[in-house]
């Protein structure tokens, strides 16, 4: 998904984020640590496309 729809993959790992932050998931450390590394990849992609 990185490569075909990054816009699309950022935005899910937003929601993820977000359901964690509003206690919606009880995500443990290592998954949340995972969704923020993932979500700066894509951002670093959506990044390199725009330029």
């Keep these: 998904m990185k490569e075909v729809n990054p816009?699309?993959?950022?935005n899910?790992?937003?929601?993820?984020?977000?359901?964690?932050k509003r206690g919606m998931w009880n995500a443990e450390?290592?998954?949340e640590n995972?969704?923020?590394?993932?979500y700066l990849e894509v951002e670093?992609?959506?990044e390199?496309?725009?330029e």
């Design 12 to 20: 899910m790992l937003e929601k993820l984020q977000e359901a964690i």
């Design 48 to 50: 390199e496309l725009t």
């Design 29 to 31: 450390a290592d998954m």
């Design 44 to 46: 670093g992609k959506i």
């Design 34 to 38: 995972e969704l923020r590394k993932a």
């Design 7 to 10: 816009y699309t993959l950022q």
